[in-house]
């Protein structure tokens, strides 16, 4: 259980959301597909800065679904693959199914690939979000503002943003990006109250 601790460090969200921290709509982007924020998200979360490395990714069941297939297969093929089900004991394309985070966190911390493990991601969905946020693990939210509303039927969970601070990050280019006429913008904070 001690463990789990390696992990404090490395453990990163990483969410696209509206003003009204809308994030899905019937299992999908509620948005037309962006493509500087896919490439964001694509770069982010795989891309190691050893190459004997990889990343991984860790989603609830029905987020990880919602990826085409071809992007599993292809482009996420290279991360260590984790899927958070109550339901399912096997979910295809997934290196690990465990039923919360906090098992598959157990898991990964005494998995023999675990010192190639570069950084964890939580990927989504609302649920998944809920208990890395609940986590002491959790340390950095890359976030994607768009800085209108859409319909979605997830959310989102509530945050209290006294507990992080925003980093700035010169490299994250201009302030707002416009695409397919949304203005959106990338933020990365950081946990500053630590949950106990």
């Known amino acids: ?22 994030i899905g709509l019937k ?26 490395k990889r990343n991984v990714l860790i989603s609830g069941r029905l987020t990880w679904e919602s990826i085409p297939l071809r992007a599993r297969k ?3 093929n290279k991360c260590f693959r984790v899927v958070l089900s109550t339901t399912f004991e096997n979910v295809e394309e997934a290196d690990i199914t465990s039923s919360s985070l906090k098992k ?13 493990f570069e950084s964890f991601w939580i990927i989504g969905g609302s649920k998944t979000y809920q208990e890395a ?14 800085n209108q509303s859409f319909e979605c039927d997830t959310f989102f969970p509530l945050i209290n943003w006294s507990n992080w601070e925003e980093i700035k990050d010169p490299s ?11 203005s959106y913008q990338f933020k990365i904070y950081t946990r500053i109250h630590h949950i106990h």
């Open 1 to 22: 259980m001690a463990q789990a601790t390696r992990n404090i460090d490395k453990l990163n969200l990483i969410v696209a959301f509206d003003k009204n921290y809308g």
């Open 27 to 52: 299992g999908k982007l509620p948005w037309p597909r962006l493509e500087t924020d896919s490439l964001y998200f694509q770069e982010k979360t795989t891309i190691t800065l050893d190459p004997n």
């Open 74 to 76: 292809n482009i996420y």
């Open 104 to 116: 598959a966190m157990d898991t990964l911390s005494a998995h023999p690939d675990y010192n190639y």
């Open 133 to 146: 946020l609940d986590s002491s693990c959790c340390l950095k939210l890359y976030t994607t503002v768009l």
């Open 172 to 182: 994250l280019g201009i302030p707002n990006t416009v695409e397919k006429n949304i």
